[in-house]
Nanobody, 124 residues
Framework: QVQLVESGGGSVQTGGSLILSCAAS????????MGWFRQAPGKEREGVAA???????TYADFVKGRFTISKDSAKNTLYLQMDNLQPEDTAMYYC??????????????????WGQGTQVTVSV
């Protein structure tokens, strides 16, 4: 079992910044691929960013240049630095982890473990 606990969500104004954190525990050492998804009310979950097979980062087009994903392996923690936040970024953000690649990183079904989510709200 793997436990993922997100933190760092909150309410900001347009143009503001937040840093999300995801602490991994349990039998997580084999699940080396991590990422972030989000889900807004009435919408499907969508991939935001991920650490992919070669250890590099990949991003959804709608966050490129604004969000940065990073990982501190010593602390077993994944981060998402979010800058220039916009109202359309309002959503519940989820940390995800999986053991293998082979499916598109942006497909929700390809991830083994999910955190409980942290809410991000951006006001105009």
């Amino acid at each position: 079992q793997v436990q993922l606990v997100e933190s760092g969500g909150g309410s900001v104004q347009t143009g503001g910044s937040l840093i999300l954190s995801c602490a991994a525990s349990g039998n997580h050492k084999s699940y080396i691929y991590m990422g972030w998804f989000r889900q807004a009310p009435g919408k499907e979950r969508e991939g935001v960013a991920a650490i992919v097979g070669d250890g590099s980062a990949t991003y959804a087009d709608f966050v490129k240049g604004r969000f940065t994903i990073s990982k501190d392996s010593a602390k077993n923690t994944l981060y998402l630095q979010m800058d220039n936040l916009q109202p359309e970024d309002t959503a519940m953000y989820y940390c995800v982890q999986r053991r293998k690649t082979g499916t598109s990183w942006s497909w929700p079904g390809g991830w083994d473990y999910w955190g409980q989510g942290t809410q991000v709200t951006v006001s105009v």
